[in-house]
């Protein structure tokens, strides 16, 4: 089976193409009907019940292409982008199933097939260029379980709200005050670091930093998901979430620790929905702690026996970090949104990016001013660095998540400027294309400036 998944990969999805298709059932139109007389007379417009969905099945299938036709780099390291590393791709395909359980309780199973590499096996910068790409890649591909989780709404009463279809959401109209609890295997950033402008691979900025704050340390194994249970108070105006999760064992592996009274991510976010001149924005307020078996940076390089051996000072910490979101409507066509984020930057990274701050700004442009109201062009900018603790192992040698050139004698800030423009070829046909400047990769100014072209093509119906 996994033969037959890879040949259709290589054969139909090679110049990189989405496919994606849902199958709903006893679901309700939610458009508006009128009746007429028999003189044709028309009366009030009659309104039908909103769509409700009992169970539907998506099944999503991506590939990006990205390469970079060499940089300067007078030395590289293990962690290294290699200037020669010129092309890479990766496959992806999803299967989504999602059931109505009783009123209010659903259930969500998600299968995926991944294929493939990112630039530089998923090394070399911290504000990583293909956000499909995992930091564990296959020749021949692998079957995983990124969702298996069940939510239950409870509607406090009052106003209702529809909420759209998606492949991890059934249509339903439910009450706009209520709570939300979800529990089993997901992506933290399924619930928290949300942005309309700046979240989604697939649909718009494929930049790690771009989809989420780089120095937000999510709970996350090398897929990107964890085993955890979150609760969300929603109203109209403001959203209250928590979430406990668990982490994994090691950096960059899948095997959970199985030590939750020691090992575990706590989560809080507030968001705040407010109005200016005419447009809706978001405020969201992220905080966490966590408590992981990680080592220090600084008593690393304190101990030059160590050799840079980071592994030797892991010892159960707390550790802790916070993140501003910030998203704004400009006019109709036009967004604008901002990520700011820190983390403790004394203690190694151990999910996400080595960064321990970065800012993220940018823009999303509807194209109906070129009467291509479906186009869209995203441009971001991403800064991105770390410690002077951190800065000193690095340059003894140290290896991080994504960073470790062997050395570091001139430590800068890791800037990416990202532009994408997004294409409706034809009705459930999109082709994307995407450039990135990465300045000072690894937070290095010895090496770079660094050219990223890549492609992504989707094709829905």
Known sequence: MLNTLRLSFQLGILSALSIQFALTANAQDNSLQSSSTDDGKTLVPIEKKEEQQNWAIHFDAIEVLQGQPGF?????????????????????????LGVRL????????????YQGFGLGITHGLAEYPNSMAYKVGKYRGDV?????????????GGEQEQLEADELQLAEKVDISRVTIQVG??????????????????????????????AFDYAADALGYQQGATIELNQKAWALRYGWFTIPVRG??????????????????????????????KLRLLGYLERAHMGSYRATTDEPSLNADIIAT??????????????QEITSDLGAFLRLAARNPNYEAWQFS???????VGLSLKGTAWRRPNDTIGLAEMAAGIGHAAQAYFNAGGLGILAGDGKLPHYGLENVVE??????????????????????????????????LGARIDLKF
């Open 314 to 327: 892991r010892r159960y910490r707390l550790t802790e970090g916070f993140e501003i979101n910030f998203e």
């Open 144 to 156: 995983n379980i990124p969702h298996l989780f069940i939510r239950q709404i409870i509607g406090l």
């Open 354 to 360: 080595d960064a321990s701050r970065s800012l993220e």
């Open 185 to 214: 295997r997901m992506a933290v950033t399924d619930i928290f670091d949300n942005n309309a402008y700046a979240h989604n691979p697939r649909v718009d900025f494929l930049n790690w930093a771009a989809v989420d704050a780089i």
């Open 419 to 452: 532009f994408y423009y997004s294409c409706e070829v034809h009705k459930g046909i999109n082709v994307t294309f995407d450039y990135q400047l990465a300045v000072s990769p690894a937070f290095n100014e010895d090496r770079g400036p660094i050219n990223i």
């Open 252 to 281: 960059n592996q899948n095997a959970t620790d199985g030590r939750y009274l020691e090992a575990w991510q706590q989560i809080l976010e507030l968001e705040q929905r407010y109005t200016l001149f005419g447009h809706p924005g």
């Open 102 to 113: 009783w009123p209010g309780a659903e259930f969500y199973f998600n299968g995926e097939y």
């Open 72 to 96: 300067h780099a007078p030395y590289s390291g293990t962690n290294s982008l290699h200037p020669g590393d010129n092309f890479r791709q990766t496959s992806d395909a999803d299967l989504f």
